[in-house]
């Protein structure tokens, strides 16, 4: 596989600098691959690519159900390759191979399978307007030219997130992988030339943020969905002022998960630990702050920490392994810094509290790690960690909860345990997030629209508000006298 070569036009080539960059397996420190290393003329080469295609007729004029036909066929031959995807996908991120097989590839090929259903469902209305003698309908049109911007953490399935509506929905793309985990993302461009796709329509320009700052300011590029943090999405909003890009962002988040007095902690600990610890904490919405039921608070903090100690911490290729490693050795520096923190402004670690020794040295491993005595002020309480951090504080006072959750800038997702049906509809109204869960870790669906408020982001993924993110309404008049 031509791991080291950028997608542009249909042909793989080198970065135009000839720069490249390594990516390291997190489980042994070791180097796993060599990518190119894109930057400002690589971007300028892709975005052009994409641009003519936009105006192929072997793209433009192609009929939906044709676009809808290449769609499946890209989910089929993500299936077809699960198992060479998931190991690579476990490799250069970490993550546990059953994680990777049923929620990385699987998760991918889905989002092709039901974006392929929307393609031959995107039309307009005929509204109805006063205006005498005059016919109006409205057409969905593809937005152009879409730059891609995918985190590390997720790397294959938050490209489908991506590739699959903007495609359904007519644009062409420029895809810009993370610098840390790019070689899912090379090995998906490949399906697409088997599946069918015209050259250009996908393009895939491996990098680091130079890469991605050039797409951002590029005036041929008509909208920027990024995935990742609110710090780079600040940048991200100021760079597209230049031609008034469309965004979508789907930023950092710190999500909060209330227990109540009468929770089942039988299903809210074990649920809440996976929430918490799922793919090592790298996950946007990974419940990371618990505030809990005085009453119940040393119980649940306890089973919680007891159940943390337990997980099996080890490479994601090994049998049984439950949690992986942190992407990285930079990262592990950030996330032990967040535990340094905590400890300083006076929380009291549980269990974990600091990276793994012994056969797990060499690799970027961090157990989980649970922080009682905690208060709403630390900086364990309010900012991103993404990583297997939980800190668990008590509240008194059902009326205060929704405050205590809301005291945020983030706003992606929360969860309520609790048997009470009635306080679960009214937190679910009151609490500031895109997306409440009631007594349940669901994990995502492409019918169900996924995005965040305040600093978490703007616009929705998945549903058939991601068909309105890649589209744009046109309006036609026509003169009946
Ligand atoms: P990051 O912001 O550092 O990088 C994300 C991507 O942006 C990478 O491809 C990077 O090369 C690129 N980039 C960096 N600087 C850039 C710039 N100035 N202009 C354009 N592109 C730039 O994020 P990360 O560390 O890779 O991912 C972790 C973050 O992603 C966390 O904050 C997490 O919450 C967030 N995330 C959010 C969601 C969601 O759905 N809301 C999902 C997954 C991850």
């Not at 307007?129 to 016919?135: G, I, N, T």
């Not at 730059?147 to 490209?159: E, Q, R």
């Not at 100690?309 to 930079?330: D, H, I, K």
């Not at 996330?335 to 340094?340: A, L, N, S, T």
Request: proline share 6%; hydrophobic share 45%; charged share 20%.
């Amino acid at each position: 596989m031509r791991n080291g070569q950028l997608l542009i036009g249909g042909e793989w080539c080198e970065a135009a600098s000839e720069a490249t960059l390594t990516t390291v397996d997190p489980a042994t420190g070791e180097a796993l691959a060599t990518v190119a290393d894109g930057g400002e003329k690589d971007v300028d080469a892709a975005v052009a690519a994409a641009r003519a295609a936009l105006r192929n007729p072997s793209w433009a004029a192609m009929p939906p159900s044709e676009r809808a036909r290449l769609l499946w066929r890209v989910s089929e031959l993500l299936e077809r390759d699960a198992d060479a995807f998931a190991e690579l996908e476990t490799r250069d991120q970490g993550q546990p191979l059953p994680i990777a097989r049923a929620v990385s590839v699987a998760g991918a090929a889905e989002h092709f399978r039901y974006f392929a259903g929307w393609v031959t469902k995107i039309d307009g209305r005929v509204p109805a307007h006063s205006v005498p003698q005059a016919l109006n309908y409205t057409t969905r049109v593809p937005v152009g030219v879409c730059g891609l911007i995918t985190p590390w953490n997720f790397p294959l399935l938050i490209a489908a997130w991506k590739l699959a509506p903007a495609l359904a929905c007519g644009n062409t793309v420029v895809l810009k992988p993370a610098e840390q985990t790019p070689l899912s993302a090379v090995r998906l461009a490949h399906l697409f030339a088997e599946a069918g796709f015209p050259p250009g329509v996908v393009n895939v320009v491996t990098g680091g943020p130079d890469a991605g700052r050039a797409l951002v300011d590029h005036p041929g590029v008509d909208k920027v969905s990024f995935t990742g943090s609110t710090e780079v999405g600040r940048d991200i909003v100021r760079a597209a002022a230049g031609n008034l890009k469309r965004l979508s962002l789907e930023l950092g988040g710190k999500a909060a998960s209330v227990v109540t007095a009468d929770a089942d902690l039988d299903v809210a600990v074990p649920a809440n630990l996976r929430s918490g610890i799922n793919n090592s904490g790298q996950v946007c919405g990974a419940s990371s702050r618990f505030y809990v039921a005085r009453s119940r608070y040393d119980e649940f903090t306890q089973r919680l920490a007891d159940a943390a100690a337990a997980v099996r911490v080890g490479p994601g290729l090994n049998v049984g392994t439950q949690m992986g490693p942190l992407v990285g050795e930079e990262h592990l520096a950030r996330v032990d810094g967040y535990v340094r923190s905590g400890v300083s402004q006076g929380a009291t670690i549980v269990t974990g509290g600091k990276r793994a020794d012994g056969d797990l040295a060499a690799g970027s491993f961090y157990p989980p790690t649970v922080f009682a005595d905690a208060r709403d002020d630390m900086r364990i309480a309010r900012e991103e960690i993404f990583g297997p951090v939980l800190t668990v504080m008590p509240f008194d006072d059902l009326d205060e909860i929704a405050a205590r959750v809301n005291d945020s800038e983030f706003g992606l997702v929360a969860s309520v345990w609790t048997r009470d049906l009635a306080l679960a509809h009214r937190l679910a109204e009151q609490i500031q997030a895109a997306c409440v869960r009631v007594n349940i870790v669901a994990s995502l669906d492409p019918a169900v629209p996924w995005g965040g408020v305040k600093a978490s982001g703007w616009g929705r993924e998945m549903g058939a508000e991601a068909i309105e993110e890649y589209t744009e309404v046109k309006s036609v008049w026509i003169g009946l006298q």
